[in-house]
């Protein structure tokens, strides 16, 4: 897809303007009310200690919304971009984040941890422990077999997925059907709600890494998604770029998914709505899907914080409007993926 100068210029405007806004205005969601004034006044006063903001405001911005707003922001992009990396390296538009099995490690890895009853920092580090023990597990079984490298690595993580899928379920069968069970089931279905600053942190930073790493690589994604052969013939180790990028892509995803629970179709639908807009080249696609893939989930998130009394899991929300909308692109065809 070509754009005009202008309109390369407005859609730029897009991608950087709408997560800045939905930012501020997210602020002002939730039953606490807050105006808009004091938001500023608050984010100011950190800055400058003229500004003088009641306790419960400044808790309610920077202890519960600010935290969960920017792990909305991160989570979002952190599955569009790993999305999208998938699709590349794996030359399948029907790839996702989860694909070698890291959600269903997480959640195994939570789901354990509920059951022990461990605290909500035990929890995120045992999610994160296990979503990279499956990916390496995966890894490893594809080693086995020296053909076909890229379809037994998938067709691996999807035989991990389910074997982690079973422990889950049993971990849920040996729960407390009032207490520990809610809580493994509440879990699974995704939930910002939960995130406090002190774990948010070193998340933030993993996850910021690995995303520089992924925006400086970029351009190599272009040639690996024309195939091993013309790769090598252009004088790319293609296994080790590879092997970087899984294990980038998955470090960020087992640090998302650890502070939000299993949130799909996020990495599936965002890297197509995004390629509609910018074509196929991953210079471009890379970048702009970090923008809507967070400005989708914080969208998210807000509509799960303002739907109802009791705030709705965003995985169940996600799925629900992710699943129609990904019928809309069956609908149009994957020519502008094969572009």
Same mark, same amino acid.
């Given at each position: 897809?070509?754009? %005009?100068?202008?309109?390369?210029?407005?859609?730029?405007?897009?991608?950087?303007?709408? !997560?800045?806004?939905?930012?501020?205005?997210?602020?002002?969601?939730?039953?606490?009310?807050? /105006?808009?004034?004091?938001?500023?006044?608050?984010?100011?006063?950190?800055?400058?200690?003229?500004?003088?903001?009641?306790? /419960?405001?400044? #808790?309610?911005?920077?202890?519960?919304?600010?935290?969960?707003?920017?792990?909305?922001?991160?989570?979002?992009?952190?599955?569009? +971009?790993?999305?999208?990396?998938?699709?590349?390296?794996? %030359?399948? &538009?029907?790839?996702? &984040?989860?694909?070698?099995? +890291?959600?269903?490690?997480?959640?195994?890895?939570?789901?354990?941890?509920?059951?022990?009853?461990?605290?909500?920092?035990?929890?995120?580090?045992?999610?994160?422990?296990?979503?990279?023990?499956? +990916?390496?597990? *995966?890894?490893?079984?594809?080693?086995?077999?020296?053909?076909?490298?890229?379809?037994? =690595?998938?067709?691996?993580?999807?035989?991990?997925?389910?074997?982690?899928?079973?422990?889950?379920?049993?971990?849920?069968?040996?729960?407390?059907?009032?207490?520990?069970? &809610?809580?493994? /089931?509440?879990?699974?279905?995704?939930?910002?709600?939960?995130?406090? !600053?002190?774990? $948010?942190? !070193?998340?933030?930073?993993?996850?910021?890494?690995?995303?520089?790493? $992924?925006?400086?690589?970029?351009?190599?994604?272009?040639?690996?998604?024309?195939?091993?052969?013309?790769?090598?013939?252009?004088? $790319?180790?293609?296994?080790?770029?590879?092997?970087?990028?899984?294990?980038?892509?998955?470090?960020? *995803?087992?640090?998302?998914?650890?502070?939000?629970?299993?949130?799909?179709?996020?990495?599936?639908? +965002?890297?197509?709505?995004?390629?509609?807009?910018?074509?196929?080249?991953?210079?471009?696609? =890379?970048?702009?899907?970090?923008?809507?893939?967070? #400005?989708?989930?914080?969208?998210?998130?807000?509509?799960?914080?303002?739907?109802?009394?009791?705030?709705?899991?965003?995985?169940?929300? /996600?799925?629900?409007?992710?699943? &129609?909308?990904? $019928?809309?692109?069956? %609908?149009?065809?994957?020519?502008?993926?094969?572009?």
């Amino acid at each position: 897809m070509n754009f %005009k100068y202008s309109e390369n210029k407005i859609l730029s405007l897009f991608f950087v303007t709408t !997560p800045i806004l939905l930012f501020f205005l997210s602020f002002l969601i939730g039953r606490y009310p807050i /105006t808009p004034i004091e938001v500023i006044y608050t984010l100011i006063s950190k800055f400058n200690p003229n500004y003088v903001i009641s306790d /419960t405001v400044s #808790s309610v911005v920077f202890n519960i919304r600010l935290p969960r707003i920017v792990g909305a922001l991160v989570v979002g992009a952190t599955l569009s +971009v790993v999305g999208t990396t998938f699709q590349a390296i794996f %030359k399948n &538009p029907l790839v996702s &984040p989860d694909i070698l099995g +890291v959600s269903s490690g997480a959640g195994f890895g939570a789901a354990i941890a509920i059951l022990l009853n461990g605290s909500s920092y035990i929890i995120q580090s045992l999610a994160f422990i296990f979503g990279m023990i499956s +990916v390496t597990i *995966t890894y490893f079984i594809s080693r086995v077999y020296k053909s076909s490298g890229v379809l037994v =690595l998938v067709l691996s993580g999807m035989a991990i997925s389910s074997f982690f899928g079973s422990l889950i379920s049993s971990t849920k069968f040996l729960a407390d059907p009032n207490n520990k069970l &809610p809580e493994i /089931t509440f879990w699974l279905m995704g939930s910002l709600a939960s995130i406090k !600053p002190k774990v $948010l942190i !070193p998340v933030l930073i993993i996850i910021f890494i690995g995303l520089i790493i $992924l925006i400086l690589l970029r351009w190599r994604l272009n040639i690996l998604a024309m195939g091993d052969e013309e790769s090598q013939a252009l004088g $790319l180790n293609t296994e080790r770029l590879r092997l970087i990028f899984i294990i980038t892509s998955t470090l960020i *995803t087992a640090s998302a998914v650890c502070i939000s629970g299993v949130v799909g179709w996020v990495g599936l639908i +965002v890297p197509h709505m995004t390629r509609i807009l910018t074509g196929p080249d991953n210079t471009i696609l =890379l970048p702009a899907s970090i923008s809507f893939g967070a #400005s989708f989930l914080l969208l998210m998130d807000d509509i799960a914080r303002a739907l109802f009394l009791v705030e709705v899991p965003i995985g169940i929300l /996600t799925a629900l409007i992710g699943a &129609p909308l990904f $019928l809309l692109l069956l %609908k149009r065809g994957y020519s502008d993926w094969k572009a």
